[in-house]
């Protein structure tokens, strides 16, 4: 099973700063990996899916790198909004088993 | 607009089965996609569950497969989830979410189910 370790835990920045977040995977994953944003009490959203494609909608702010076991997702300069956990998942092509990081919350500084 | 529903009975008893069903809107099922279900323990991470083609195809996690059944009713545009042998270790948000590809793009807004006597 592939296991995805994201870092840091938890992220103390200001609005206006940027986030730097990472998510690796134990194995190689090529490109499928996504990152999805959640706020409390809400479903996670989609940010970004294979690796850097925004989602519909997703500020450009938001971009997401990497490939195989290395990945990142950028939020060039936070804004209020942008406060919350962020969460990578991965699926892998066979056997078709998807599994999601354990997050990291950005939290307001 | 696609736009996914959850309902489920909100209170299970040990050892019974866990059943939850989203309802969807705006596709039609037998259109095509992969339809996944995830739960979220209160103040923890996300779990996948499993996830079913529009065919019937099933995938489930390893960690609960010997307990879990997704099912497709296209006719209501509904699919289904039951987890068998609950415990309070089963206490979650229960998601169900549409994968195009490898993501999961639209997302029900979750129900909580607690397995309590």
């Known amino acids: 099973e592939i296991v995805l370790t994201q870092s840091p835990a938890t992220l103390s920045l200001s609005p206006g700063e940027r986030a730097t977040l990472s998510c690796r995977a134990s194995?190689?994953?090529?490109?499928?990996l996504a990152w999805y944003q959640q706020k409390p009490g809400q479903a996670p959203r989609l940010l970004i899916y294979?690796?850097?494609n925004r989602a519909t909608g997703i500020p450009a702010r938001f971009s997401g790198s990497g490939s195989g076991t290395d990945f990142t997702l950028t939020i060039s300069s936070l804004e209020p909004e942008d406060f919350a956990v962020y969460y990578c998942?991965?699926?892998?092509?066979?056997?078709?088993?998807?599994?999601f990081g354990g997050g990291t919350k950005v939290e307001i500084k | 607009q696609v736009q996914l529903q959850e309902s489920g009975p909100g209170l299970v008893k040990p050892s019974e089965t866990l059943s939850v069903t989203c309802t969807v809107s705006?596709?039609?099922?037998?259109?095509?996609?992969?339809w996944g279900w995830m739960r979220q323990p209160p103040g923890k991470g996300l779990e996948w569950i499993g996830s079913?083609?529009?065919?019937?195809?099933?995938y489930y996690n390893p960690s609960l497969k010997s307990r879990v059944t997704i099912s497709v009713d296209t006719s209501r545009n509904q699919f289904s989830l039951k987890l068998s042998s609950v415990t309070a270790a089963d206490t979650a948000i229960y998601y169900c979410?549409?994968?195009?590809?490898?993501?999961?793009?639209?997302w029900g807004q979750g129900t909580l189910v607690t397995v309590s006597s």
């Open positions: 079913i083609y529009h065919s019937g195809s099933t």
């Open positions: 979410a549409s994968r195009p590809g490898a993501a999961f793009d639209y």
């Open positions: 194995q190689s994953i090529s490109n499928y």
């Open positions: 705006g596709y039609s099922i037998s259109s095509g996609n992969y």
């Open positions: 998942q991965q699926r892998s092509n066979w056997p078709p088993v998807l599994t």
């Open positions: 294979d690796a850097s």
